[in-house]
């Protein structure tokens, strides 16, 4: 089973920025924070990832709570393209537990408004 | 860079047919996966390969699933003899070893009939 929660569906304006949120509250030390977003059939795309400290990259920013059991995924600048189910995935380092597969759940589907 | 690469895109087979998935990685990276949804469902894992070994096949569903890395390269799912329950989208990705973010290719979609 998935070891994360989040909201089935949101919406956001274009232009406007998407916070999704997440809680992953039996999060272990070693595990990370994965985003994969997928847009309508295609395969599943990598967003950002992180362990403890906020991150940020050129698609979006993860902020993670101190306590690591929730975080924050922000897409500055949202566009129509933008819009498609978002999932937030726990998983350990390779080498780790099951060797770095991940487990989706059902994800936030983000819909994008003119 | 050329992306993960799968072959057909679509495929329709009638029930009791046997059906061959294709999966190219991106060159030099020594992680493969498959996964795949099935109709409603989430996205599951199926297996994990590195190089030509298989680290993980914990999510094969049963014995008609064959999965093979020839020489740490490309990949192949079989699935024989398939089932009405096989329906659905495969994907593959792939990942280098010291890297946390894979690659996905865009999905086979098996329909069987």
């Known amino acids: 089973d998935a070891k994360t929660t989040q909201p089935p569906s949101m919406d956001c304006a274009e232009g406007r920025a998407a916070n999704l949120p997440c809680n992953h509250s039996t999060i272990s030390g070693n595990e990370y924070v994965y985003w994969y977003r997928q847009i309508h059939s295609q395969g599943p795309q990598y967003i950002i990832h992180g362990l403890k400290n906020n991150e940020t990259n050129e698609m979006a920013s993860l902020i993670i709570t101190e306590d690591r059991k929730s975080s924050t995924l922000i897409l500055p600048h949202a566009t129509l393209r933008d819009t498609a189910v978002y999932y937030c995935?726990?998983?350990?380092?390779?080498?780790?537990?099951?060797?770095?597969?991940?487990?989706f759940g059902q994800g936030t589907e983000l819909s994008v408004k003119p | 860079e050329a992306g993960v690469t799968q072959f057909p895109s679509h495929s329709v087979i009638e029930k009791g047919q046997t059906v061959t998935l294709r999966c190219d990685p991106i060159?030099?990276?020594?992680?493969l996966y498959w996964y795949r949804r099935v109709m409603g469902k989430e996205i599951k894992f199926l297996l994990h390969?590195?190089?030509?070994?298989?680290?993980?096949e914990s999510g094969m569903p049963n014995n008609r699933f064959l999965a093979e890395r020839t020489g740490g390269t490309y990949s192949t799912l079989k699935v024989q003899p398939a089932e009405l329950e096989d329906s659905g989208v495969y994907f593959c990705a792939s990942s280098p070893w010291d890297s946390y973010g894979y690659t996905f290719g865009s999905g086979t979609r098996l329909t069987v009939v």
């Open positions: 060159s030099g990276h020594d992680n």
């Open positions: 390969f590195v190089k030509e070994s298989k680290q993980d």
């Open positions: 995935i726990v998983r350990g380092p390779f080498g780790y537990n099951q060797g770095g597969k991940l487990i």
